[in-house]
């Protein structure tokens, strides 16, 4: 069931309708706009049709060229589009006046027949050439915001995040109760890293480690402690009597 209603007089705004049409059906679906040259199907009463769906629908988008307010049929009791209008009113259809274009002003008042004069006073959309796809998209998004119906069914709505720890999440590495010195680099991959409770350095992952907060303590003679790569010798000083030569190599 169309929420949206395209209301347009052939000659004045019906490229700009058909295009909005066609705009709001890829954002809503297909069925979700009643555009009367695409939607009335051949053999269908267009009178029955066409009121049935205004009465139904969530919205009435009405579209208004330059010509739109001097048009003598908007004084005609069977014109179309007035009935339409009309029609939507008296079964509670909200109607937005879209005015195509940038020359198009806002509706005077005055300047309407009697039973349209309410045209005027409600806030209006506009959708112009130079700015089509911007324009496009604030319709979609009011549109949105004023139908549940059509909130539901807006391709472009904000999807629900993913899992974080659903499949394929990223696995962080925890360490707790570390009163050592901890280092993880490299890439981790889907496998997390638990530490508890180490008592000296801990590496997950690929790259080097340094740790310069536990290294060993030595004392005494002949003491020797050799960190990383060693390319030179080793020399030991061993101490002697007082005022003896130490011994060296």
């Known amino acids: 069931m169309p929420e949206i209603f395209v209301n347009y007089r052939t000659g004045d705004g019906n490229e700009t309708a058909a295009l909005l049409s066609e705009g709001l059906s890829q954002r809503f679906g297909e069925d979700a706009v009643f555009f009367a040259g695409r939607s009335i199907r051949p053999g ?10 205004v009465r139904r629908c969530d919205v009435l988008l009405a579209v208004m060229g330059r010509s739109w307010l001097s048009h003598p049929g908007l ?10 209008i009309q029609e939507a009113w008296q ?4 109607v937005i006046p879209v005015l195509s274009g940038r020359e198009m ?11 349209l004069r309410h045209l005027a006073e409600l806030q209006s959309l506009r959708i112009a050439s130079s700015s089509y796809d911007k324009d496009l998209t604030a319709i979609g998004d009011e549109l949105a915001r004023l139908s549940p119906r059509l909130a539901e069914r ?9 899992d974080p720890t659903g499949p394929g999440a990223p696995r962080n590495s925890l360490t707790g109760d570390n009163s050592g010195f901890s280092l993880q680099a490299g ?51 061993f101490g002697g009597a007082a005022g003896e030569e130490a011994d060296s190599r």
């Open 105 to 115: 002003g806002r509706l005077d008042r005055e300047a309407l027949p009697p039973a």
């Open 154 to 162: 807006d391709s472009r709505a904000a999807r629900p995040a993913e």
């Open 187 to 237: 890439r981790v991959g889907d496998i997390g890293t638990v530490v508890t409770n180490p008592t000296g350095p801990v590496n997950t992952g690929t790259g080097g480690q340094q740790n310069h907060t536990h290294q060993p303590q030595l004392s005494g003679d002949g003491s020797a402690y050799v960190a990383g790569d060693n390319h030179g010798g080793i020399s030991h000083r």
């Open 91 to 94: 079964y509670g259809v909200r």
């Open 75 to 84: 004084r005609e009791e069977g014109d179309w589009v007035r009935t339409e």
């Open 44 to 53: 269908d009463a267009f009178s029955e049709e066409l009121l049935k769906e």
